[in-house]
């Protein structure tokens, strides 16, 4: 490594680039692209939630049950006769309960009325935050071919309604079988 000490007399300028910055950027760039590539590389299409029947549910009264579903290749709903199952490319279908149909705005318009209503008769929000089990959650069942672009619209409308957890219920596996 060389240094200048400034003798000589003429002043001039210096031609050299310093490259320490910019090899701590790169060091800086390559450690974010070692952590960030193996979570980028997992694809969320892996993702296999089984296939449900829609039924009424035993949960308890406070917590919100969605089912998350699509119309099939002919464009029919879970539940209308001859319905073949969900199809990726479909419409999302959205139940409250496993039984109401709901679009994105309707969910959104009553999970919150059901939330507030939950808050007022709790006795407000500090009531809530001083005992937090009596906060409700929003549990989601997926069917197995529903894209996670329904999933995910799902999480939001509730999200934005203003429940603060939200949860999935899968069929566990045998463990025997």
Known sequence: MAIS????????????INTTPLVDVMLVLLII???AVP???????KLRIP??????SKDKVENLLLTVSTTDVS???AGEPGFQGANRGGECRIYINN???VTSEELRDQAFKRLDAIVKREGGPQALMANPDLI??????GDVEAPWRCVAGAIYNVQVSGYPTVGFIS???DPNA
């Open 136 to 141: 409700p959650q929003v549990h989601i069942r």
């Open 39 to 45: 979570v980028a590389i997992q694809t969320i299409e």
């Open 51 to 56: 296939v449900i029947v829609a039924q009424e």
């Open 33 to 35: 692209f070692l952590i």
């Open 99 to 101: 039984v109401t149909p």
């Open 5 to 16: 000490t400034g003798g000589g007399g003429a002043e001039t300028p210096m031609s050299d």
């Open 75 to 77: 464009g029919k709903s």
């Open 171 to 173: 069929n566990p596996i």
